[in-house]
């Protein structure tokens, strides 16, 4: 057994503080909090968890795999965290070969997923928020939505107490101690060590900041996310509005149904603005309100004039290849970086906590090859990968 120190309690903290302690670990978990930490890239009213990945299959069968555990944790939890009310990637001319969606069409059909080509006018019939004029393919997977990423956060940080980890919501991580070739611990914001084995750095869009020397493989951008009220909600409800990808890898535009208090989200995927988490200036500007406008204009006219309820710049913590860095430091002993989910790592929480105590603990796992320690990957490798893998 060892004690372990997990810093940061977002989705990926949480619930590799929870696999670990049941492995049998002593675990402490800190965050500045409150928690959810409303600066946080987890704490939001919805992510996306879909299965389409284009060419990416390892992402889909993970992704597979999440679903199922999604269901079962609205069970386990008896509320509704994951909502499948599917999600839609469609776009304004017909798929082809390299498409993120005809890629993601060919994969899901292999894999025998509820799946329908959307292109045929009477099936646009059944959206009616959508210009009938401007989009005429795509694919919509039915056994997908999205989850109150939020609330999940919220309820796992009390299962982490439940099961008696150690978490302290005011506790800030300062530096790492270091000594004898190893990492032994962390110093806190009033200069307080914490003892430790091993050290899981679970602090996203914050790594390149309280760790400098990751400064060459990790960027926090930030990306616009607005949510709207729509006048007339019936367009956006559910049954007929799906979680979407409007020909996203030209607009970068998202979103998701109308949630309980009557809220539609959109947001914008891109390259995002480089800015630190702790940001004074983490507000929308102007030109990212008139772009949407302007999408909405011509995607989704009922919305165009919604009043904006609220609006956040959420933090990427992207990789060179758009990939999760889940491994240990081979430089620091005892340290283990789990971040750079690159905005997509929210829909794989059921599996998050499996494969970072994976990593913790030196056990195989094929996918830690993948999110292996990999600095010789630059910036500007397979960029358009990172794009392509929409949230
Ligand atoms: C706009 C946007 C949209 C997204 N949409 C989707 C989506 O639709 N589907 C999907 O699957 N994924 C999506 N993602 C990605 C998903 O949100 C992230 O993969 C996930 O939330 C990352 O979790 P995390 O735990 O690594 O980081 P975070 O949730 O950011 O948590 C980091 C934690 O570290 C803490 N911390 C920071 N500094 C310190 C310190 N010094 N000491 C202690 N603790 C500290 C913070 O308080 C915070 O609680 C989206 C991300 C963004 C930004």
Same mark, same amino acid.
Not at 213 to 225: E, I, L, M, S
């Given at each position: 057994?060892?004690?372990?120190?997990?810093?940061?309690?977002g989705?990926?903290?949480?619930?590799?503080?929870?696999?670990?302690?049941?492995?049998?670990?002593?675990?402490?978990?800190?965050?500045?909090? &409150?928690?959810?930490h409303p600066l946080a890239a987890s704490t939001d009213i919805s992510k996306a968890?879909?299965?389409?990945?284009?060419?990416?299959?390892?992402?889909?069968?993970? @992704?597979?795999?999440?679903?199922?555990?999604?269901?079962?944790?609205?069970?386990?939890?008896?509320?509704?965290?994951?909502?499948?009310?599917?999600?839609?990637?469609?776009?304004?001319?017909?798929?082809?070969?390299?498409? *993120?969606?005809?890629?993601? !069409?060919?994969?899901?059909?292999?894999?025998?997923?509820?799946?329908?080509?959307?292109?045929?006018?009477?099936?646009?019939?059944? !959206?009616?928020?959508?210009?009938?004029?401007?989009?005429?393919?795509?694919?919509?997977?039915?056994?997908?939505?999205y989850?109150?990423s939020g =609330?999940?956060?919220?309820?796992?940080?009390? =299962?982490?107490?439940?099961?008696?980890?150690?978490?302290?919501?005011?506790?800030?991580?300062?530096?790492?101690?270091?000594?004898?070739? =190893?990492?032994?611990?962390?110093?806190?914001?009033?200069?307080?060590?914490?003892?430790?084995?091993?050290?899981?750095?679970?602090?996203g869009a914050?790594? &390149?900041?309280?760790? &400098?020397?990751?400064?060459?493989?990790?960027r926090a951008t930030g990306q616009p996310v607005f949510h709207l009220r729509p006048?007339?909600?019936?367009?956006f409800?559910?049954?007929? !509005?799906?979680v979407f990808g409007a020909d996203i890898s030209t607009t970068g535009y998202y979103g998701f149904p109308?949630n309980?208090?009557?809220v539609v989200k959109i947001a914008n995927h891109g390259l995002g603005r480089e800015m630190s988490p702790e940001s004074p200036n983490r507000a929308v500007t102007l030109q990212e309100e008139e772009n949407l406008r302007e999408f909405l204009s011509a995607t989704f006219? @009922?919305l165009a004039d919604a009043p904006l309820v609220y609006s956040r710049v959420c933090m990427y913590c992207d990789?060179?290849?758009g990939?999760?860095?889940?491994?240990?430091?081979?430089?620091?002993?005892?340290?283990?970086?789990?971040?750079?989910d690159s905005g997509h790592g929210f829909? *794989?929480?059921?599996?998050?906590?499996?494969?970072? @105590?994976?990593?913790?603990?030196?056990?195989?796992?094929?996918?830690?090859?993948?999110? =292996?320690?990999?600095?010789?990957?630059?910036?500007?490798?397979?960029?358009?990968?990172a794009r392509f893998n929409p949230d």
């Amino acid at each position: 057994m060892s004690r372990v120190i997990v810093v940061g309690a977002g989705i990926n903290g949480v619930t590799a503080a929870i696999e670990l302690k049941k492995r049998g670990h002593r675990v402490i978990l800190i965050d500045p909090g &409150p928690l959810p930490h409303p600066l946080a890239a987890s704490t939001d009213i919805s992510k996306a968890v879909r299965a389409a990945y284009g060419e990416d299959e390892d992402y889909t069968a993970l @992704a597979e795999r999440s679903i199922k555990l999604w269901r079962d944790w609205n069970q386990e939890f008896g509320i509704e965290l994951y909502h499948e009310v599917g999600v839609m990637f469609v776009r304004r001319q017909e798929m082809k070969p390299g498409d *993120f969606e005809y890629e993601s !069409f060919k994969i899901l059909e292999q894999r025998e997923h509820k799946i329908v080509r959307m292109n045929s006018a009477q099936l646009w019939k059944r !959206f009616p928020a959508w210009n009938p004029d401007l989009y005429r393919d795509g694919i919509l997977e039915f056994e997908s939505g999205y989850v109150e990423s939020g =609330r999940v956060v919220a309820i796992l940080s009390e =299962r982490a107490k439940s099961v008696g980890i150690e978490l302290h919501e005011d506790v800030r991580f300062s530096q790492l101690d270091e000594g004898d070739d =190893r990492v032994k611990g962390i110093v806190v914001e009033d200069g307080k060590r914490i003892p430790g084995d091993l050290v899981v750095m679970a602090v996203g869009a914050w790594t &390149p900041y309280v760790l &400098p020397f990751t400064r060459k493989f990790f960027r926090a951008t930030g990306q616009p996310v607005f949510h709207l009220r729509p006048s007339q909600p019936e367009p956006f409800a559910p049954e007929c !509005f799906p979680v979407f990808g409007a020909d996203i890898s030209t607009t970068g535009y998202y979103g998701f149904p109308l949630n309980r208090e009557g809220v539609v989200k959109i947001a914008n995927h891109g390259l995002g603005r480089e800015m630190s988490p702790e940001s004074p200036n983490r507000a929308v500007t102007l030109q990212e309100e008139e772009n949407l406008r302007e999408f909405l204009s011509a995607t989704f006219p @009922a919305l165009a004039d919604a009043p904006l309820v609220y609006s956040r710049v959420c933090m990427y913590c992207d990789t060179n290849d758009g990939h999760f860095w889940i491994a240990p430091d081979p430089e620091r002993h005892g340290l283990i970086v789990a971040a750079g989910d690159s905005g997509h790592g929210f829909k *794989f929480a059921p599996v998050l906590g499996e494969i970072i @105590a994976d990593a913790v603990e030196g056990k195989a796992n094929l996918l830690l090859q993948r999110f =292996r320690w990999r600095p010789e990957i630059r910036s500007g490798e397979q960029k358009e990968a990172a794009r392509f893998n929409p949230d």
